[in-house]
Every structure is written in structure tokens, then in C-alpha cells.
């Protein structure tokens, strides 16, 4: 099960995963509000949800924004890929220029992950996609059971991510999509960083920015 909280001024989906036995995976938190930090915790609760990972598609400011807070919430590491770690680095800059606040982000303790891992939580999994080209450690998460795949701003509905960023390649962008995301069934849902959720089998037809 998925259900996907939209959060702060780049209107950023914050995803959050569970199952039947109510672990949960939380995936590019992003709160930048008490108001929006309220609404995710009354979920959670809500829910009954025991918090098992906290996993990040990539390391622009607006998806990683809430890391710090959520973090020490839960006494649990920010999950990423270690070349994520080029633009954490620059972390105050990028807040600073977009108009966010990463308080706390001092404090995160950090766990690599790469396409070898699994991310268990429950009796589910998530597979790791390494999906470079939108930013360096781009990351997406597939659960094959349930068909769907946390694209980040890798792949959205009619559109790709930008490549015009620090560490952005459009080629490496590219062969993420072909390689990892349209290996897919096509029945396969994709959970976009922003707006709305599509289907691998639709973009591989109807996408303009894929041939």
C-alpha cells in the first residue's frame, strides 16, 4: 500500500509505504511546516504505522528538506546513495537560493544503499534502481508485488527530469529510463517525484521526451 502526502513550496510527493503488518518505509520527506509535519505524523498515527526506513530519490533541496526533522523523529538514518553525497555538500547553498529551511540537517546520520540492496519492511520489499541523470545518486524503489516504482524526478507523467543542475547528464538520463524503469512490465505504476502518478507502458508510448 502507498499513499502519497504533496509537501512544501515545490510541491514535492512525499510518499509513504506499508503493509499489512503496518511497517512502514517513508520516502523523501520533505515537511517544511509545523502544519505539514502535523499532517504526516497524524498519518502515521492514524495508521498505527512503525516507521522502518527513511529512504531519499535524491539530494535536491526539495526533497530532502525534512530529513533532519524526521530523522531525529524516528531516531533512524537518511537512506541514500553515496554520490548523493555531492550535492548534501552543498546542502545551505541550495537552501539558500530555493528558499528552504534544513534545520537539523547537521544532525542526520547517513546509510548508503545501493541497486544490491533490498529494503525490507513487513513482509514487502523494495528493490533498488540506480537511475543517475537527474543528479548524481538518483535512486528509484520498485515493489514487483504490488507494481509500482518510486520514480523520483527521474521520469513524470509526459515529461523527464531536468538535466541543467550540478551533475545532471541527459545521455545518463536516458539510459536510467531504457535500462532500469522501461525493463518494466508496463502495467507498472509510477509514483513521480511531482504531480501525477502514471504507468511505464504509457510513457514508453506517449512520452515526447523518449524515442
Known sequence: MISVLIFNHFEVNCSVIFDQTKECVLVDVCCQTEKERKELLDFIQKNDLKIKHILLTHAHID????AGWITKEFNLPLELHKDGDKMIRIIDAQAEMMGFNVEGMEDVKFKYITKDDKIKYGDSELSVFETPGHCAGSLCFYNSKEDFILTGDVLFQNSIG?????????????????????????????????GPSTKIGYEKENNPFIN
Not at 167 to 174: A, P, Q, Y
Open 63 to 66: 526533497h530532502v528538506c525534512g
Open 162 to 194: 531536468r538535466t541543467d543542475l550540478p551533475s545532471g547528464d541527459f545521455d545518463v538520463l536516458m539510459k536510467s529510463i531504457k535500462e532500469n524503469l522501461f525493463t518494466l512490465p508496463e502495467i507498472t505504476v509510477c509514483i513521480c517525484g511531482h
